[in-house]
């Protein structure tokens, strides 16, 4: 028994380290393909939404941005978990597009290794759950998960997809002898799925595919008895599914386009279509883009040969369902999981989108790969012949990923490609223009506004982004034009009613722009944006109270916006409350340090209040921060002649002066001289600092 003993142990440690070595190869290989994303950008497609444009994620992670993370549902999602990552990310590489794009390929690199450490536990076929972990991280599908800073949220509840499907299989083998270990795993099972749904609710069909593993490769179905006790097992996983798509729901709501929009015969016809396209694009990668928009209509004969297509594998698969189980069970994997998003429930206007295929693809590929081993069982040269062919396909998914990395360089190189390989596609011509908007290329984003516009006539968006367009031209009458063309499509697009406002603001007419910053807020009563801008114009009206309560709601719902702190700061200061604008002050200070109005604006409450040292402070952290502000070196030399310093309080002055004369500002210049004048003949200055 001894030797025998030896040679097991010996023959077990040899297993798991080709497992580990296995495992590693796979991280490595995913990690390296994906790594040129690593010089890519961020996009202008939601990537503003999550990480660039939101103060409470760029900040970093504190306190209030981890509750937030709890609480907030920007971009139509709840996902806790994922906000903190990318809060994380933030606070270790701040806005440095590398390395939020080497979080999301670390990640993704872990889940390919995932995929056949679980594979091969499950089933014990090495080198089949080598291969589907293979095609499913280095399939090109994957780059837009991995590529798309937005899409953490994929990578990330992905990662403990299979983190939970992995603690289930151990949970599952250790039930028959080891009761109590086997506890901790199932605890441990629950949890992982708690995690999951807290990055992206799209976890809510793990339950049924437990269910699918029980009945292969873990056999646990030999009877109805077993199934009614399986899913008895499984009632927590099942209530918490029902709850996350509850929420999701509720808060997706506003991105569900309606049954008036989209009848739900449309929708039946893009799933059977949609699927057939998804099984289309595992066999031939060609023409990934970003955005695929919603065709006008399919054809009878697309519709009928989609529904001829998934029949006859349907009905083959179940006829070969127990000589060869996993052709079942990867199909309905691959049905099953996309039912959250294969358009049943249309949230937003996409066909289809590359990002959907990340869960769902693992069921086809163990259909394809379980399915090849087996068609080829008799050959003579089967491990030869199926090798090569395996390490064809590997590289071949490398190269066409590496090419489609490629696309997600930049906002203008995207979307560039996906008019170039889809018809019709407004979507894209409006996210071009966009990108020409962030280069300076108002003429280019004119014309992609133009050709979206042509697209869908009823779009606001292009409508009000030409407005924008032609602001920044100084057309401003043109601009008008359009902001009304978009509320003329859409009277509940609140975003133009904030830019029409902008435009009156700007013209001085302060009346018609509060006019138009209300309507905004009766839509969307939760735009900070539009209760900031109706306290601006509300504080040029000399409404200060009001504006007062505009900017504390702002400050509500986006706490940590140092421009409305200083707002509100000001606001409270003209309002005779300095000692609550000081503190505002110090608020923005204290989210970032750098904020060089902060500073002055603190310094010149620490001048009028005589704490001439604490304002001297301010206005050289100002300095260091801003150092060609003449209005700052003007306010130093004031404070610094307040305390007879009077060589540095001449220096300051001298460098205001230069620096207004080089501005052209005649009148502050004027002020400055007479500075200069009071300091050379040992006088001190006075005036209004505020």
């Known amino acids: ?134 095609l499913f991280g280095l399939h090109p599908l994957r780059v837009e998960s991995v590529a798309w800073v937005a899409e953490r949220k994929d990578v990330l509840s992905v990662m403990f997809w299979f983190l939970t499907l992995l603690a289930y299989t151990e949970y599952v083998k250790k039930s028959p002898t080891k009761h109590s270990i086997a506890k901790r795993f199932y605890a441990l099972t629950f949890l992982f799925f708690i995690f999951g749904l807290m990055a992206k609710p799209m976890l809510v069909t793990l339950p049924f595919v437990l269910l699918l593993l029980d009945y292969w490769p873990l056999s646990r179905i030999q009877e109805r008895k077993s199934v009614r006790k399986l899913i008895i097992e499984k009632w927590p996983f099942f209530v918490l599914s029902i709850l996350a798509s509850i929420l999701a729901f509720f808060v997706q709501k506003s991105g569900v386009v309606l049954l008036g929009q989209l009848s739900f015969f449309d929708r039946i016809k893009n799933v059977i279509v949609s699927y057939v396209q998804y099984i289309g694009k595992t066999f031939w990668p060609e023409n990934l883009c970003v955005y695929y928009p919603y065709p006008d209509y399919f054809s009878f004969g697309t519709v009928f040969a989609s529904v001829v297509l998934l029949v006859i594998i349907s009905a083959v698969f179940i006829w070969q369902w127990r000589r060869h189980p996993y052709l079942l069970v990867g199909w309905l994997w691959f049905l099953g999981t996309f039912m959250p998003v294969i358009g049943l429930v249309q949230v937003g206007k996409q066909a289809v989108a590359d990002r959907y295929t990340y869960i769902p693809q693992v069921g086809l590929l163990l259909c394809l790969v379980w399915g ?137 007419n302060e009346s018609a722009a509060i006019q138009q910053f209300q309507m905004a807020l009766e839509i969307d009563p939760k735009d900070a944006r539009s209760h900031i801008d109706l306290g601006i114009a509300l504080y040029q009206s000399g409404r200060m109270d009001e504006a007062i309560v505009q900017y504390q709601m702002a400050l509500e719902i986006s706490p940590d916006d140092t421009k409305t702190h200083n707002n509100l700061g000001l606001a409270l200061y003209q309002s005779g409350r300095t000692d609550e604008a000081a503190a505002q002050y110090q608020s923005a200070l204290d989210i970032d340090p750098k904020n060089a109005d902060a500073h002055i604006n603190l310094g010149n409450f620490f001048l009028q209040a005589k704490q001439f040292d604490d304002a001297i402070i301010h206005y050289e952290k100002a300095l260091e921060i801003d150092p060609n502000d003449a209005e700052t070196h003007y306010a130093l030399s004031l404070a610094l002649s307040q305390l007879g310093r009077t060589d540095k309080a001449i220096a300051s002055a001298q460098r205001a002066l230069r620096l207004a004369n080089e501005q052209n500002n005649s009148a502050l210049a004027t002020a400055i001289q007479w500075q200069l004048k009071f300091c050379q003949t040992n006088a001190v200055g006075s005036g209004d600092f505020r």
């Open 1 to 134: 028994m001894k030797p025998r003993s030896k040679t097991t142990s010996a023959g077990i440690g040899a297993l798991q380290n080709s497992t580990m070595v296995l495992s590693l190869l796979l991280f490595l290989l995913s990690a390296c393909t994906f790594v040129p994303v690593l010089k890519n950008g961020f996009i202008n497609f939601d990537d503003p939404i999550y990480v660039t444009e939101n103060v409470h994620v760029n900040q970093g992670l504190s306190c209030a941005s981890f509750k937030w993370a709890f609480h907030g549902t920007d971009g139509g999602i709840w996902l806790p978990l994922t906000w903190i990552s990318h809060m994380l990310d933030c606070q270790i590489y701040g806005l440095k597009p590398w390395g939020h794009h080497l979080t999301n390929v670390l990640i993704h690199a872990m889940s390919t290794a995932l995929v056949f450490v679980w594979l091969f536990r499950v089933t014990g076929a090495k080198w089949r759950s080598f291969m589907v972990a293979a």
């Open 372 to 508: 090849a081993h087996a068609l080829t069982k008799t050959w003579k040269r089967q491990s030869l012949i199926l090798s090569a062919t395996a390490i064809a396909i590997i590289i071949a998914c490398m190269m066409l990923t590496c090419r489609q990395i490629g696309y997600w360089r930049d906002s203008e190189t995207l979307f560039g490609h996906a008019i170039a390989v889809t018809k019709n596609n407004a979507v894209a011509h409006i996210s071009l223009g966009n990108a020409f908007i962030q280069s300076g290329r108002i003429d280019d984003a004119i014309v992609q506004y133009q050709e979206a516009s042509e697209i869908n006539p009823n779009s606001a968006e292009a409508q009000n982004n030409l407005g924008n367009a032609f602001l920044q031209k100084g057309k401003v009458d043109e601009a008008v034009i359009h902001y009304q063309k978009a509320l003329e499509v859409a009277p509940g697009y609140a975003q133009a009613h904030d830019d029409l406002g902008d435009v009156f603001l700007h013209k001085g």
